[in-house]
């Protein structure tokens, strides 16, 4: 058993696996202003979806984002600078901008979990919803009302609308047409933006079917699908990237994107094994998880990942401590995608170990290699395995990340003839500079 990396051997490009929901916690005043900007900045994170952004109190709760906290009464004027509410989510998105991060823009409203519902009603005009999105967009890429231009290129419409009770209360042949209303408006006013969604929470025909005939028959612009998946493995995520990837194809979708811009480690959302998901998140666990979901998709039929969250108030959060915005463990692995996303090129890279995952990148001699041994398996025994690179006899440093290490250097290896031998524990992660 061996993992086979070619240098010379160029076979594509670093995708953008290191995306995330949301941006850094940061404000302008001088009290009480700790901030995790730099570390978020230093990460080198291409985008930040503003999903759920109005959950958390430090990004700006419930005057962010969502279409109802700029818009808050539906019956006002929407040519009106006037009936919108956009100073705490201009705040945020230049925070955002600050690190050197792309906004992904989520048109909708967040989840709701309570017994009253608020912002997932269907809007009682669809075609005058999406004039309000016309002039939100118009707000933050072409200054009207005070605005900016940000340049956001991707506007997603709604947030998991095949959740029926939590992000969406009407039928599915409502949001179809609510689908068809806003991205027909958007698209003819803003030709050369990315629009499209409906960011849907899992792999259901039934609902999807409908959809992608309406997208079909309609004509109806999907610049980019985007879906969910929470599973405790890589193979599953893996199996889903397939499987949207080809109900769009089948569909004439060949050019449009297939992003999943939600996801994270769960065995279940209910009981012991919830509690047990979000203990092992914040951990070790969850940054090898996220490491070998990256390096595993990196080859899959899917073109961007966002990571499942990096709002601080949030359970799911791997990167980032809540109240201190110190460091987590699967800060370290996102960063060094960033690092790869960098350089560039991707080099090719085959491993033939069971639960062992890379992916490497180099770029003018430079070179990097991560390598993740991710099993959801308490009870596995470390693996040995043969590293085979170019055939040379060179010096290589070894950082670890393990629950002693922050994926500093341990030690260097001299190779011989670009052999060596690479012993990992489960649930950790190497990288080889």
Known sequence: MKLHIDRSKIIGSIKPMNAVNNGPKYTDNADQNLTNLPAYRDAGIPFARTHDASIDYSLGGEHTVDVICIFPDFNADPYDPASYDFAITDEYLRHIEMCGTKVFYRL???????????????????????????????????????????????WEIWNEPDLYGKCWLGTPEQFYELYAAASKHLKERFPDLKIGGPAVCGYNEGWLRPFFEKIRD??????????????????????????????LDEYGLV??????????????????????????????????????????????????????DARLSS???????????????????????????KLGSECETVCDVPDIYAASAVKDGEFIAMITFFTDDDSAVPRTFEVELDGEDRLYTICLLDEAHDLVPVRTVASDRGRFSLTMEANTVVVIK
């Not at 967040?110 to 009682?124: D, M, N, T, V």
């Not at 005058?128 to 940000?150: Q, R, S």
């Not at 201190?324 to 060094?336: A, E, L």
Request: with cysteine; charged share 25%; proline share 3%.
């Open 108 to 154: 909708g409203n967040k989840i709701e979990h309570w017994s009253k519902k608020y912002g997932i009603l269907p809007p009682k005009d669809f075609k005058k919803w999406a004039v309000i999105c016309e002039h939100i967009i118009a707000h933050y890429n072409e200054g009207w009302a005070d605005g900016f231009h940000m340049g956001i290129e991707y």
């Open 218 to 247: 309609e004509k109806l612009p999907l610049d980019f699908y985007s879906w969910h998946i929470y599973a405790p493995n890589v193979a599953d995520i893996c199996r889903n990237i397939r499987q949207h990837r080809a109900l």
């Open 315 to 341: 359970g799911m959060n791997c990167l980032f401590e809540n109240q201190t915005c110190g460091i987590r463990k699967g800060y370290h692995v996102i960063k060094t995608w960033g690092d790869m996303l």
């Open 255 to 308: 050019n449009t994107e297939s992003i999943l811009d939600e996801w994270n480690y769960v065995r279940s959302f209910c009981g012991e094994e919830w509690r047990y998901s979000l203990e092992k998140i914040i951990g070790i666990k969850g940054a090898a998880f996220t490491s070998a979901v990256m390096s595993a998709a990196q080859d899959e039929p899917v073109d961007m990942l966002m990571y499942y």
